[in-house]
């Protein structure tokens, strides 16, 4: 049973603690067919997926294009949409060129450019609206400024904030793959949402050295996304040859998931079950996203959450040290995950 809607940001969004995201309909490593494509966030969406999330970068603007398509047919007030901001898509010829540097099977007929200021945070939401062909977009993600802080905290997040203050968005916040940065955004911005990729899972918990305390005690909502670690944690059975962070996995690492999949199985419970139910283990993170490139995939992981993993896989994890004891700020004993902690 999907669990119920739970509060994302301070701003009166609220949806079901897993999401989908929509990578893969920009042509993620592959092409998808025009058979496809289409079935996937309607399989997302039987399977209670209610928060989509996107951005320009995901197929030079063909995910937020066919995304828009997806939900043309649904009912507006009955979902969530957030996309990113802080790459402007500028036409180019694409003279035979794909977009394949950058991991997407898409022509190179446009380039990205980064902008963080005020003038391209309005550029790219006005574009992405567009694309979308939504008439607003609920959460507003400023996306890896990894090299760009400085002028984030100047442009960005002042003019998302005075949109939220206009009522042109609900919420906003940032999307990258490290934790610091994010932390650092919690304590000098009024952002109310954090995505982080990548660093909150059953293989890399290093959010809750700086991120996860700090956006607890500011009620700024986090959500946890890349939660396979880019694949290792989506397998029941990983093993030599799986990927950890895009790149092959070490023997450490895999040996890790072995042990950590050997106590979910102790318990009636799957590796990719864990994966996915972690992260809302910390009463900081309101939902997870997790993607898929096939209508099966899409019900797969939208399933994921459907049984709860028992007190006892934690705990076992815990006492083994797979799991370090001062990161299970785990919700109170009962309480169902995606449930908020009070």
Do not use: C
Request: aromatic residues 6%.
């Amino acid at each position: 049973m999907t669990p119920d809607p739970v509060p994302i940001g301070r701003g009166g969004l609220t949806a079901p603690p897993l999401g989908y995201g929509a990578a893969s309909l920009g042509n993620l490593y592959q092409a998808l067919s025009e058979n496809e494509w289409p079935e996937i966030v309607p399989a997302a969406w039987a399977g209670g997926i209610r928060y989509f999330d996107v951005a320009p970068h995901y197929g030079l603007g063909l995910a937020e294009r066919r995304l828009g398509e997806s939900l043309r047919a649904l009912p507006r007030d009955e979902y969530v949409v957030s996309t990113k901001v802080g790459r402007l898509l500028v036409p180019q010829d694409a003279a035979g060129r794909t977009d394949h540097e950058n991991l997407f099977a898409v022509p190179a007929d446009h380039r990205r450019v980064r902008d963080y200021s005020r003038d391209g945070v309005l550029r790219s939401i006005e574009s992405s609206l567009e694309r979308l062909g939504l008439d607003r977009i609920d959460l507003v993600l400023v996306h890896d400024p990894d090299e760009h802080e400085r002028e984030a905290l100047d442009g960005a997040f002042p003019a998302l904030s005075e949109l939220r203050d206009q009522g042109v968005i609900t919420s906003f916040g940032a999307g990258m793959n490290q934790s610091a940065m994010l932390a650092r955004f919690v304590a000098a911005t009024d952002a109310d949402v954090m995505m982080v990729a990548g660093r909150w899972t059953l293989l890399d918990q290093s959010a809750a050295d700086d991120l996860l305390p700090l956006a607890l005690e500011r009620e700024v909502s986090v959500i946890s996304a890349a939660v396979f670690n880019s694949g290792i944690l989506a397998t029941d059975a990983p093993g030599a040859g799986d990927t950890f962070d895009y790149g092959p996995a070490a023997r450490a690492v895999v040996e890790r998931a072995q042990a950590i999949a050997s106590v979910a199985h102790r318990h009636g419970s799957t590796l990719p079950e864990l994966a996915v139910q972690f992260p809302l283990t910390h009463p900081a993170v309101a939902a997870v996203v997790t993607g898929g490139a096939s209508a099966a995939q899409a019900i797969r992981n939208s399933g994921l959450i459907d049984r709860p993993v028992a007190d006892a896989v934690w705990d076992e994890l815990r006492d083994r040290g797979l799991v370090g004891p001062s990161r299970m700020h785990a919700r109170r004993p009962g309480a169902r995950v995606g449930q908020p902690v009070r």
